[in-house]
């Protein structure tokens, strides 16, 4: 079956905030609306979609940027796959995903440094994951020792609670966009 991958339209806003709640769960909570707004207006989630209209797979990046800080921190969040993907070869739908998120993410902000600053991207997956911890890994995510503790209000807006037991943390270096880069180039994910 043919897919598109594309960033979110703001059009697309109403059917995108349907899709995650019908594919949220306890373990896999849907982001809020506004998160999903925000990732849309920067122009940071994309989906993938079949041909006929129907999305098949979501991830973004959301804003989890601590209280009076200078510098963007976002999350790799919202990565929904449903059955109608199927598993992807020679690189998973997910490893994509983190893959455009990334490389995107870099191309916009590479002029907004300014030595002084550092914008960053995180990802929080589910402990024991093994799968996504690969994914992450794989793309050259390392493992954050512990949660920051301005996490906390990203935890209680996505889980009702602090559930910082539950989860892995891991952090993007310039390596990791480096690695993406690469990636993106040899798996042709520029055509």
Sequence with gaps: M???VRLVKPSGFNSLVEF???ES???LPAPSPRAIGQAIEKYQIFLLETDDGRIA???GIFDVTPPNSRNFVGELAGTRVTRLVGSTQPIRIQSVFVVLRVVG???ANFENMDGQSVDSLIAIIRRGNATGA???QSCGFLP???RPRWLEYDEISWNGKITSDKWDYYYASPETVR???ELFFTHRMHD
């Design 25 to 27: 769960s306890e373990r």
């Design 134 to 136: 690969s994914n992450l």
């Design 105 to 107: 993410f870099a191309a």
């Design 20 to 22: 995650y709640q019908k």
């Design 2 to 4: 043919p897919f598109t």
């Design 179 to 181: 690695l993406c880069a």
């Design 144 to 146: 954050l020792p512990r």
């Design 57 to 59: 797979a979501t991830a």
